[in-house]
């Protein structure tokens, strides 16, 4: 989450469930209701062994690579461009790894409206069975609809937790 705060900008960490403050956001408690809607959808994770960038060694004028391995797959791939620096390249096949280890979950439930519902908040799914009310989610986009003759609703955009 990238915001302006007091004339500086505020980073924090995807999924990492924390205010502009460093305060826990609270919880979105989404029970299974049969009249609102739900869609969610599961892949499966990609399997890998080890995941490489690469960057020019300038001292060397060789291009070199850095390797993140640890994966349960047998499955190897290398990312295209070649990174400014060793470091780079480091954190870009630790992503890469990150991103592919985690399991491809995005949902999009809707409820009575929730006013403490925020985006980056991690999401609990109840009484919609398994995977779903196992699955480890945060809120990616949280919309507020006043519909009329009907209410207030809250719509949760989710996707896995990093």
Known sequence: MVKPLDGRILILKR????SASGQALPTIQ???EENYSF????????EYQKVSASYLDNDKGTLERE???????????ALPH??????????????AAQEWSSANE???????????AVSGAPVQCTGFGTPIDEAKL???????DIVPNVGCTTSVETEAMA
Do not use: I, N
């Open 30 to 32: 989404m029970p299974f």
């Open 138 to 144: 945060e809120a990616v986009v949280v919309t507020h």
């Open 39 to 46: 869609d969610y959808e599961l892949e499966p994770r990609f």
């Open 15 to 18: 999924g990492s469930g924390e």
């Open 106 to 116: 995005q949902g999009l439930f809707t409820k009575a409206g929730d006013p403490t």
């Open 67 to 77: 390797e993140k391995s640890g994966g349960s797959g047998k499955a190897g791939d």
């Open 82 to 95: 070649p990174a400014q620096s060793k470091d780079a390249a480091k954190a870009l096949a630790d992503a």
